[in-house]
C-alpha cells in the first residue's frame, strides 16, 4: 500500500493526508486533489469555527475531546521550521438554553455528558440571571454551561496549518478538479481529472465534505450527504456583554463574542426552506424577520446592534442520522469517507484525521473506535442520531 489518494484539500483532507505522513509506519506517498485550491466556497474557511463536548453521543464527546486536546497544542503540532500557526483558541464555553418544555431534554443531555466526564453545569432560571445580568431569562428553565474544553478559533487558519503541514511533510498537492473514477473488480484504481489525466492510487479518500454525494455517485453509491447553507451575521453591540459563552437559544438562535464588542450570530432555516446546493448568497431576510427579534428578546442591549457583516457558507449536512461517515464502503474496500459531519467536521478534524490514516495505515483504528461511524449503518437503517445539531 504505497499510494494514497485523497479527494478533498479542506481540513479533514489535509488533516488525513499530515497524519498519514507523521506516521513512521507508513512509507507511501500521499496526493491531496482540490479544485479550489483558494478555498472560496470550502467549507473550512467559512465555518464559525467552534469546539463543544456538549453532544448527544458519547464518541462525538470523545471525538472533541480528542481534537481539543490538538487543539491547544497546535501551534506545536503544525510547527513548519519553527514557525508556529496560532489559531486563536478561546475556550469561553457553551451555554445551552431551555424553555421548561425542553428542560427534560436538557437535563438528559447534561446528565450523558456529565456521565463522560464533561465540564458541564447545569443552572436554573435563578442562578442564569446571576451569572449572566445581560441575559433575559423570561420563558427559560434552565441552561447547561460549557466550564472548560468548550469555545471557538480561527478555523481558517488550521485548515492553512495543516495544508502547510502537509506539504512540509511530503503531501503532493494536485489543483484539479476530479470528475470521475477508475474502478473494477471491487477496487478503485485512479481519479480522472477534468484536464484528462489520470491519478492512479492503492487506496482513496472522499474528503469532499458537501460535495462527497456527487464524488460518491461516480460509483453508483448513494451517500446521504448534502450541501445545505448556512448564513452567518457578524454585528457589533454598544453595551458590553461581560463573560459571554457561545449561547444557543432554545429557538434554535445561536450566537457569540468575536473581538470585543463585536459578535456572531446564525441559525438553521426552516426545514422547508433548506433546500440543497443552494447559491451561497447571504439570506438577510432571515436575519431580518428572526434572528434580530430573538437577539434583541434574549438580550436587551442588542436591540440596539448594528449589522458590520454577514457571509454564508455549506454544511455536509448527513440527512440520514447528522452524524459523519468514516470508514470504507463494503462494496469497494480501498475507498474510504470522511465526510458527513453536519456542522462539527472543522472541530472534530484532528481526531477523525488521526484515525483515518491509522485505518489506512494499520488497518485498524487504534486511538479512537471510529466503526459506529461506518457506512454499513446506512445500509442497515441503524442510525446513531446527534441530537445536539446546530
Known sequence: MNEVVIIGGGVVGCAIASFLLADTAFGGRVTVIERDPAYRQA????????????????LNIALS????????????????????PDIGLVEGGYLYLASPEGAATLERNHALQRAHGVD????????????????????LACGALGLSGEGWFDGYALLQGFARKARAQGARFVHAEAVAMDAGGGRVHGVRLADGTRVRGDVFVNACGPWAARVAAWLDIDLPVRARRRSVFAFACPTPIAGCPL????????????????????????PEADDDDLPLDVDHALFNAT??????????????????????????YNTFDQNGIVGPHPAWPNLLFANGFSGHGLQHA?????????????????????????F??????APLIEANVI
Open 43 to 58: 467549507s473550512s474557511a467559512l465555518s464559525a469555527s467552534s469546539i463543544r463536548q456538549q453532544f448527544t453521543t458519547p
Open 65 to 84: 475531546r480528542d481534537s481539543l486536546a490538538f487543539l491547544r497544542d497546535a501551534g506545536e503540532h503544525l510547527a513548519v521550521a519553527g514557525d508556529r
Open 120 to 139: 458541564v453545569a447545569l443552572l436554573d432560571r435563578e442562578a442564569l440571571a446571576a451569572r449572566f445580568p445581560w441575559l433575559a431569562v423570561d420563558g
Open 247 to 270: 449561547v444557543i437559544d432554545p429557538s434554535g438562535l445561536w450566537f457569540r463574542p468575536e473581538g470585543r464588542g463585536r459578535f456572531i450570530c446564525g441559525a438553521s432555516p426552516v
Open 291 to 316: 434572528l434580530w427579534p430573538v437577539l434583541a428578546t434574549r438580550v436587551p442591549a442588542f436591540e440596539a446592534l448594528r449589522v458590520t457583516g454577514a457571509w454564508s457558507g455549506y454544511y455536509e
Open 350 to 374: 484532528p481526531a477523525v484525521g488521526r484515525a483515518v490514516a491509522e485505518l489506512v495505515v494499520h488497518r485498524a483504528y487504534r486511538t479512537l473506535d471510529l466503526s459506529p461511524l461506518a
Open 376 to 381: 454499513e449503518r446506512i445500509a442497515a437503517n
